[in-house]
């Protein structure tokens, strides 16, 4: 079983719908991070979260640290929405990051 | 301030030879960590450097290795190549060790191993 678990793997939705791609985690962690890459290549650092919930414009990241599981939420999606989320942890015992498998976000105009 | 480079942006080599990736991290950021991304493994943690120190090694081979200079910029080295080394090779820096502080990518070196 990986450390790091994303679902679903392949989202298609139709622009101005709402998002939610899950994360859960097993091992204790520090600060869990989400990840946008297009393709091409590119990784864009979203949040970086310990606790709570953020939100920066149409995005919103929370994660309960009990339940070990984190979402990452996108308010009326657009299609450069497109990419791959890319859900990664940094755990307690050190300062490497370990990575979801990602999910292909497809938003169709 | 300049994002995070990376230095060459594709590379080709054959088997059996070695190759040296560069990556400059933003001005002011000491961390500096190398990740490898393949179709079938996804994102991995090579190595994390800071302050010219390697802090902290994910489980590659020794053929894997890196080093940083006093001006923070970083070489990963690979020798002995392998078709299975053909990845995307990523870097990303930091101002403080580790992920707990936010992490800048840089554009990545894609390396084709033939």
């Not at chain 1, 790091?4 to 793997?9: F, G, R």
């Not at chain 2, 059996?16 to 996804?42: A, D, E, F, K, N």
């Not at chain 2, 020798?79 to 990518?105: H, K, P, R």
Request: aromatic share 8%.
């Amino acid at each position: 079983k990986n450390e790091v678990e994303q679902s679903p793997q392949n989202l298609t939705a139709q622009e101005g719908e709402f998002i939610t791609i899950n994360c859960s985690y097993s091992v204790g962690i520090s600060a869990l991070h989400w990840l946008q890459q297009h393709p091409g290549g590119g990784i864009v650092s979203l949040f970086m979260l310990s606790s709570g919930k953020k939100k920066h414009g149409r995005l919103i990241a929370t994660i309960n640290i009990q339940e070990k599981h984190s979402s990452l939420h996108i308010t009326a999606s657009h299609p450069r929405d497109s990419a791959v989320y890319i859900c990664a942890v940094e755990e307690t015992s050190g300062s490497r990051l370990t990575f979801g498998e990602g999910t292909q976000l497809t938003v169709n105009p | 301030k300049a994002g995070v480079t990376q230095t060459p942006r594709y590379l080709i080599k054959t088997r059996g030879q070695q190759v040296t990736l560069s990556c400059s991290p933003i001005s002011g950021h000491r961390s500096v960590s190398w990740y490898q991304q393949t179709p079938g493994q996804g994102l991995q943690f090579l190595f994390e450097y800071f302050s010219e120190t390697q802090r902290n090694k994910g489980n590659f081979p020794g053929r894997f290795s890196g080093r940083q200079f006093s001006n923070s910029r970083s070489e990963m080295n690979v020798s002995t190549l392998e078709l299975g080394d053909s990845a995307l090779y990523l870097c990303a820096s930091s101002s403080g060790q580790g992920g707990v502080y936010e992490q800048y990518f840089g554009p990545g070196t894609r390396l084709t191993v033939t």
